[in-house]
């Protein structure tokens, strides 16, 4: 009888801490997320939501050379896909940085093939680490940035 009043205890005090342990990870469990991206490897999400889809996409790094120009390093990765149109495609790039620089994104609209469009996607970088949205639509590209 004393065990089967301690199993019953046991197994009482373990449900709790599951049910409790599940409701504080569905209550923090989005900025732990966020945490967690902070210090991973860059992604960046790109929702495309034009009415074309988008060819030739890449994303690369913006270093300065020594005059303070801002330029292109050699650390690039292209998006060999495309990137459909009313879709949602998250990417995580392979890059090198030494020191500190920037991460754009280029791609092309089928509107102009002649002129691929470029946006800064992470205005500042040591690290090469977090994310970033971006939203592509008919007539404005914005982005939200979280990277560091």
Known sequence: MKWNRISVTI????????IALSITAATVGPDVVKLIQQFGSFTV????????????????????????QIIESSSKESFEQGISSGTKVKISPE????GEGGIYLKYTDPRDESSPKTVGICSY??????????IITNDDVSVAENCS
């Open 125 to 134: 970088t040591e690290s090469l680490s977090g994310h970033s949205k971006v």
């Open 95 to 98: 890059l090198s940085l030494s």
């Open 11 to 18: 197994a009482v005090f373990d449900a709790v801490l599951i």
């Open 45 to 68: 999400t790109v929702d495309n939501q034009s009415d074309y889809d988008l060819f030739s996409v890449e994303t690369g790094v913006l270093t300065s050379d020594s005059t303070g």
